[in-house]
T-cell receptor, first 115, second 114 residues
């Protein structure tokens, strides 16, 4: 069975602190894709990153970075020098190349950045 | 702005009623996906259409149906509504049907069933 676990339901940090959001996934398939989405208070889902299972390179985009480790089935997301605008719910998602083609979302982590 | 549009933004209706949610994908995208987001179930995939044909089905109830029209816009029909159907319904689109495609989400339709 496929599953995405975001164990941190809610996190609060003070502005300018670094914060890491954890994502652990389960699948027996070898070809899959991992995603992170941001859902700000306005409600829309904003795409942040896609990573395929054959590319374990870490990625950095401005203050955002992602650490993909197949050995621990984790795809963690770090925000450096957090800002109030980073306050949102963040979802990790998994999509596997099989008949279903569906995307499986974690329950999300609600991040509060305190001024 | 993802380029995916959804109407209406809000919908309030009563139990037993039927509603239609509409989605227009990004220009050039052939796949449309529907999701339901509720507090207890989280984000649940409902159904995917690719170029007018049903491609994948998720946890979609029999009271719900969808279709994608020749102009690629899609509609999600919810009938015999129950209180538990109150949720945020998202549409997403992607270029193709491939698993590697990134899905871009619309702003959602908030459905309240009273």
């Amino acid at each position: 069975a496929q599953k995405v676990t975001q164990a941190q339901t809610e996190i609060s940090v003070v502005e300018k602190e670094d914060v890491t959001l954890d994502c652990v996934y389960e699948t027996r398939d070898t070809t899959y894709y991992l995603f992170w989405y941001k859902q700000p208070p306005s409600g829309e889902l904003v795409f942040l990153i896609r990573r395929n299972s054959f590319d374990e390179q870490n990625e950095i985009s401005g203050r955002y970075s992602w650490n993909f480790q197949k050995s621990t089935s984790s795809f963690n997301f770090t925000i450096t020098a957090s800002q109030v605008v980073d306050s949102a719910v963040y979802f990790c998602a998994l999509r596997i190349q099989n008949r279903d083609d569906k995307i499986i979302f974690g329950k999300g982590t609600r991040l509060h950045i305190l001024p | 702005d993802s380029g995916v549009t959804q109407t209406p933004k809000h919908l309030i209706t009563a139990t037993g009623q039927r509603v239609t949610l509409r989605c227009s994908p990004r220009s050039g995208d052939l796949s449309v996906y529907w999701y339901q987001q509720s507090l207890d179930q989280g984000l649940q995939f409902l159904i995917q259409y690719y170029n007018g044909e049903e491609r994948a089905k998720g946890n979609i109830l029999e009271r719900f149906s969808a279709q994608q029209f020749p102009d690629l816009h899609s509609e999600l029909n919810l009938s015999s509504l129950e209180l538990g159907d109150s949720a945020l319904y998202f549409c997403a689109s992607s270029v193709d049907w491939s698993v590697s495609d990134t899905q871009y989400f619309g702003p959602g339709t908030r459905l309240t069933v009273l």
